[in-house]
């Protein structure tokens, strides 16, 4: 025959049962009273006993409601890890607002567009844009214009029609997903 340890293994307790725990007991009972009270009251001003029953269980059911949402843990939907890829909507969407302004391209706009172009090159191609070793093998994959646009850091003056050219030239270069040898 096994004893029994005095190691007990502590299963949770039911919600309900919770209540009635050493930290909730006290104000628990508390309620109970209080609502043992208020039916009595009800009762010793002329309502009925069925119904100054129904305002103790009422007046008990919403105290102890009260205390298990104040102390139970909060409920916390999981949240999906936010991943923060080139060219997500929140990207195209600043990129768009970003190209309506006056004399040109905002410098953001393309600044955006260069760090697209050097994703691209760096992991289909291996080569970086800014490597001044790779720049003749980079105007071998993208056009000397497009290049040298690329390259420029400040160029408020360019165009939609350029900035359309531009970014086709990098679309051009392929996605990310498939790498060329």
């Not at 009762?43 to 009260?66: D, M, N």
């Not at 909060?74 to 607002?97: F, I, K, M, N």
């Not at 420029?152 to 790498?179: H, K, M, Q, W, Y």
């Amino acid at each position: 025959m096994i004893e029994p340890d005095d190691d007990r293994i502590q299963r949770p307790l039911r919600p309900v049962l919770r209540l009635f725990a050493p930290p909730l007991r006290r104000l628990t009972v508390l309620v109970l009273v209080l609502a043992l009270v208020v039916g009595a009251t009800c009762w010793y001003f002329g309502l009925e006993i069925p119904r100054s029953a129904l305002v103790s269980v009422a007046a008990a059911a919403i105290g102890v409601t009260w205390i298990a949402v104040q102390k139970a843990d909060a409920a916390v939907w999981p949240a999906r890890p936010a991943r923060r890829s080139p060219g997500a909507r929140r990207d195209v969407e600043t990129l768009s607002w970003s190209m309506k302004t006056r004399g040109g391209v905002h410098e953001k706009t393309l600044g955006r567009a260069r760090e697209a172009a050097r994703h691209r090159l760096l992991f289909l191609y291996g080569l970086d844009l800014f490597d001044p070793a790779d720049r003749d093998e980079i105007e071998q994959v993208l056009a000397p214009g497009v290049v040298r646009t690329l390259m420029t850091r400040r160029r408020s003056n360019l165009d939609l029609v350029s900035f359309t050219r531009l970014l086709s030239a990098i679309e051009a270069l392929g996605t990310p997903t498939e790498r060329h040898s």
